[in-house]
């Protein structure tokens, strides 16, 4: 059983675009992410939700918006795509949204989104 | 605000040599620490966290971490590098109230035959 998935694995799209992201997780977490990890590795958080709710919202373009249906889901979409928005987009989910030795995330497999 | 330094961004060692991997946070409160393990074309994969219990932490895979208040690191280490560890490695810090991880730039192991 996958703990945090997520579709589709690859994207390939032209500049212009508009397209999304999906994410569950089944561990029965509340809080969901979404992180950006660019081409030298770079991890940057994006978005947290907890329940459903914006909790963390980080300087991310307006282009950029996530959806959660409910608190297992927390889907991401993205408009007008640009060639910068090229990388590997990582959603994650953890117990609470309260930092704490005990709330480690845990990361889906990655979306590779290539903008051209 | 928090932040993470890895030093090297690359390490290479021989196949049963010892493994260093060096972390060093930046945090006005006490830090949540996490070392995570991302393997080729994978998801990240916790290997260990600090909680505060003990200083030297065990993970996952062979793999500790020593968290030293006084230097402000959090360095990984494993005794005996396996072919299997080659990977990219992660050292994460958070501060309190919403949980936002800070990941250092990633230090990428490999291991020689």
């Known amino acids: 059983d996958t703990a945090v998935s997520q579709t589709p694995k690859y994207l390939v799209t032209q500049m212009g675009n508009d397209k999304s992201i999906k994410c569950e997780q089944n561990?029965?977490?509340?809080?969901m992410y979404w992180y950006k990890q660019d081409s030298k590795k770079f991890l940057k958080i994006m978005f947290s939700?907890?329940?459903?709710?914006?909790?963390i919202n980080e300087t991310v373009p307006n282009r950029f918006s996530p959806k959660s249906p409910d608190k297992a889901h927390l889907n991401l979409h993205i408009n007008s795509l640009e060639l910068g928005d090229s990388a590997v987009y990582f959603c994650?989910?953890?117990?609470?949204?309260?930092?704490?030795?005990?709330?480690?995330?845990?990361f889906g497999p990655g979306t590779r989104l290539t903008v051209l | 605000a928090q932040s993470v330094t890895q030093l090297g961004s690359h390490v290479s060692v021989s196949e049963g040599a010892l493994v260093l991997l060096r972390c060093n946070y930046s945090?006005?409160?006490?830090?949540?620490l996490f070392w995570y393990v991302q393997y080729p074309n994978q998801g990240l994969q916790l290997l260990l966290k600090?909680?505060?219990?003990?200083?030297l932490v065990k993970g996952i895979n062979g793999f500790e971490a020593e968290f030293k208040k006084s230097e402000t690191s959090f360095h990984l280490t494993k005794p005996s590098a396996h072919m299997s560890d080659a990977a990219e490695y992660f050292c994460?810090?958070?501060?309190?109230?919403?949980?936002?991880?800070?990941f250092g730039q990633g230090t990428r192991l490999t291991i020689n035959p």
């Open positions: 994650a989910s953890s117990r609470s949204y309260l930092a704490s030795n005990y709330n480690e995330q845990f």
């Open positions: 561990l029965g977490h509340d809080t």
């Open positions: 939700y907890n329940n459903k709710e914006l909790i």
């Open positions: 945090s006005s409160v006490p830090p949540y």
């Open positions: 600090y909680t505060s219990a003990a200083t």
């Open positions: 994460a810090v958070s501060g309190e109230g919403a949980q936002k991880l800070v």
